[in-house]
């Protein structure tokens, strides 16, 4: 089965309610949600935030059910000079921007593994980045005009390309520019998904990450961030992931079950 994961409550909560036969497994006190959406069979979960509880997530996800590929979802800051509001990244790559190690290992690598930066796995990728796609072509349509109005959501566009990650959430003008100079070809930043495919690659099972940004990462990241995840956000999720579920078999059929 695919597992589909949020960090909030407000990134899923749309995709959660079009689950018709959910059957809760507690472990850890998260809810992991068994069922079937668009009769794919999923397993849903809120990993809560941040990478520790990000990490825990995955290991339960992945040692207790069969889990074929994991999903994550969510909202992000944009760090790269074209990503904005309301736009979509999915990530090729992920890096942990608060590991350092050195000098005993280069600067964000996870030591030991000699990977800085964890590969999504493309067949997942290109779809769920084809899925945004279409839905980003009518923004109304994704929203409502009054939420596209609001947020300043008018021609979002998909990005492809590295998605960083820490436990801290980016809300300065000046940390998100130091990021910007340490890490220039980050196109955003959030606090779980390069845990989660540390986890993914642990366990050899395929990852992907696509989320939608919320605020730019700067001083009014904060109330930006804010709105738009009560705005929003589930509605994005939605489309997306809800979208390429409806499509099918996710480019994995060509494969063995685990790369
Ligand atoms: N998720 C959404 N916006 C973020 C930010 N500015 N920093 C970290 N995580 C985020």
Known sequence: MLAIVAAMHEELSALLATMPDEERVRVAGRDFWVGHLHGQP????????????????????LERFDIEALVF???????????????????????????????????????????????ADTALSDGLAQVARECLADPVALVGAAASRRFGIHEPRVHRGLLISGDRFVSTELESRMLRDALPDALAVEMEGAAVAQVCHDFKVPFAAVRTISDR?????????????????????????????ALGRHGLEHRSSKI
């Open 217 to 245: 990462a700067d001083d009014s990241a904060h109330a930006d961030f804010m709105s738009f995840v009560a705005g929003v956000a589930s509605r994005y999720s939605l489309a997306i992931v809800g979208g390429w579920l």
């Open 73 to 119: 979802t969510g909202v992000a800051g944009g760090l790269g000079d074209h990503v904005q509001v309301g736009d979509v990244v999915v990530a090729t790559r992920l890096l942990q921007h608060d590991l350092d190690a050195s000098p005993i290992f280069p600067k964000y690598e996870v030591p030991l593994t000699g990977h800085a930066r964890f590969a």
């Open 42 to 61: 999923v397993v849903c979960v809120l990993s809560r935030i941040g990478k520790v509880a990000a990490a825990t997530t995955a290991a339960i996800l």
